[in-house]
Every structure is written in C-alpha cells, then in structure tokens.
C-alpha cells in the first residue's frame, strides 16, 4: 500500500502512482504530491529491492546451485579452486 499526502486529488495521486511505478519498475512506498497552479511537486520513494548475489560458476551466471541437475553439481565439485597459498607453500616453490 502507497502512503499519499499532500494536496492532490485523490484520482489524481492514484495516476502519479501508476505513472512512477511503471516508469521505474518498482513498487512504490510513499508519495507526497504537492500542487501549486499548473505545477506538481513530486516527492516519493520506493520499497526497497532484495540483493540477489551472482556468481560466475563453471562458466554461468547463477544465484543458486538449487536447480541444477546432478551433471552440473558434479562439475561444479570437481572443478580446481585456486588460492594463493601460504608463505611456506611459496617458499617451496623458489
């Protein structure tokens, strides 16, 4: 549900709802719309978005390993993971 203040028409803020969240792709959280003559100040804010991380695993884009089949879990199991290695590890190789 969209928070509204201000002095607009009601019908009138419903349209600026449906005009920003269809710009910006995003649901909206509050909006304040202000009218002064023929002008509207426009102040709002949008829900916040959960971050999602992806990696680049065994050559794809992915969040989750969930929808794999067992093929590509197995790949990802058996690939090298590389480190830098310790000090003593380094010095063995000089």
């Known amino acids: ?5 201000g002095n607009a028409d009601p019908k009138e803020a419903q349209a600026y709802v449906e005009y920003l969240e269809n710009k910006y792709n ?14 509207a100040d426009l102040n ?4 916040n978005v959960p971050f999602e991380r992806i990696r680049r695993i065994t050559g794809y884009l992915v969040g989750t390993m969930d929808q794999w089949n067992d093929a590509k879990t197995a790949e990802e199991a058996d690939r090298v993971k590389h480190t830098l290695g310790t000090e003593g590890e380094m010095e063995q190789l000089s």
């Open 44 to 47: 709002y804010s949008f829900t």
């Open 26 to 39: 995003r649901k909206l959280q509050t909006l304040d719309v202000n009218i002064d003559g023929e002008y």
């Open 1 to 5: 549900m969209v928070t509204i203040t």
